[in-house]
């Protein structure tokens, strides 16, 4: 655990230093779960989203893209459900005077549980080796299907309190499970309430006219109520989608994980319109086509799970969580959510217009269902961040940190170095630089020995670096180095631009979905 904290203190500060992210108003000590992105990572937040718009959007001839505004009419959070039932259920510790979300506090109980399963595995690898058999030890191994018993009872008791709205049995199960307040151990709890996560605000300047709206607390809201604009204008036949990209807000009670859990955050969501009974189907076909969209990021498969819900939201049929191993362990990263028609229907009763789409080949109208992948983009961020970043043994028994983001994200291609600072290299290098920012962001860095320049662009990120020296006056040639295994390779300047593009463009990146 402590190496979990360690590690990502490590993600923070790293994000600082290297010109990631900031703390939001930070000369006035910030602002609580809300964060600024620095020049890199503004960068990297970009191409983030730009892979996911490529991937979603632009590789589907069937989905199209759209730009929604944050604020909307307030009737559409009544029909959404979130005036009524977008809250969270919160706990005060009477001593500490903190406060907690209610099923929080039991998730990471259950959390610590699991940990202890990990643990027997991995003793249990390290004893069998390569005969181990993962699969079948955590099936029959008693110790690990007690551990993992214990858990399903515990969520699933958790899950129908909930549901029922029975908080009282939330706040028994918390005692009963004697789960003490994480910062001081104090068990003394208040009753859980529930708290809606929407931040209200006031549209128009007079008393009398001005009208209470929200800021959206999720981006699907304003596809939802554009549906009927975009089918008809698009002439989009079922089944088509709409996504997009966007600001999102929420007043959320915990909100201590860095941009894991922000109260201002991007979401990317796509909504996709299916004839009523085939929702199944498709939910099944994006809950793959989502998670091979992650993994085509090269991140490793075992960093990824589905977590398939007990308890829906009021308006999902089915939904399953893409979770990642972050480093505080396994958390949602992405929502695919079987929202059948709840919201068209709804914003039908309440607008009293129809949205329904008429089927040719049915020959009928319908108001069609909705299956749903939603992901935050800050929480991508913080996922691939996060794994990228490692301390390397070197062989000179020296360690070097290297940002290894997917060279795909990286937020700067390659950086152009003169050996050094006189005999025309850096004119060299600056012509270098002044061709290729036609193609990819590159930096061009001339401070300190080459060694040290090495290791701020591993720390930053930077996929390649590429060195000019007096060989490079001689025969129009250069070093490229690769940050991830440092190999240098001598290649001829006009090469550059198609050795670079192999290597960070999207296409290829994409192709091995
Ligand atoms: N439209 C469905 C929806 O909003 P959600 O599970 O509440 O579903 C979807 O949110 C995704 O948005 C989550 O999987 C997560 O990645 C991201 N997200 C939600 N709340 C967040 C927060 N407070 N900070 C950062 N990301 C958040």
Known sequence: MAKQEDQFKKVISHAKEYGYIFQSSEIYDG????????????????????????????????????????????????????????NDPLIDNKDSKKRYRADVLVEDYCAKIETKIEKEVKKAQKRFGDSFDKEQFVATNPRVVGYQEKINTILSRLGKSLENEDLADVKTLIEELEIADPLTGSKNWTDVKQFNLMFGTQLGASADSSMKVYLRPETAQGIFVNFLNVQKTGRMKIPFGIAQTGKAFRNEIVARQFIFRMREFEQMEMQFFVKPGTQRKWYEQWKETRLKWHLSLGMGKDNYRFHDHEKMAHYADAAADIE?????????????????????????????????????????SYVPYV???????????????????????????????VLKLPAVLAPTKAAVLPLIKRDGLPEVARKIVEDLKWDFNVSYDEKDAVGRRYRRQDAAGTPFCITVDHDTLEDNTVTIRHRD???????????????????????SWLMKM
């Not at 964060?35 to 632009?58: C, F, H, P, S, T």
């Not at 240098?488 to 192999?502: C, M, Y």
Request: a negative charge; aromatic letters at 10%.
């Open 485 to 507: 295994t440092m190999e240098q390779k001598r290649v001829k300047i006009e090469d550059l631009r198609t050795i670079i593009k192999k290597e960070v463009d999207i296409r």
């Open 371 to 401: 299956v749903e992948t939603s992901i935050g983009l800050d929480r991508m961020f913080l996922a691939v961040f996060s794994k990228a970043l490692q301390e390397e043994e070197l062989e000179n028994n020296t360690t070097r940190t």
């Open 31 to 86: 602002l609580s779960a809300v964060y600024d992105y620095a020049q890199n990572g503004v960068e990297l937040k970009k191409n983030i989203r730009e892979y996911w718009w490529k991937a979603m959007v632009q590789m589907h001839e069937n989905i199209v893209g759209i730009d929604a505004s944050i604020l909307m009419h307030p009737t559409t959070w009544k029909a959404s459900g979130h005036v009524d039932a977008f």
């Open 324 to 364: 990642f191993k972050f480093p505080f362990g396994f958390k949602e990263l992405e929502g695919i959510h079987s929202r059948t028609d709840f919201d068209l229907k709804a914003h039908e009763e309440h607008s009293g217009k129809k949205l329904q789409y008429f089927d040719h080949e049915e020959n009928k």
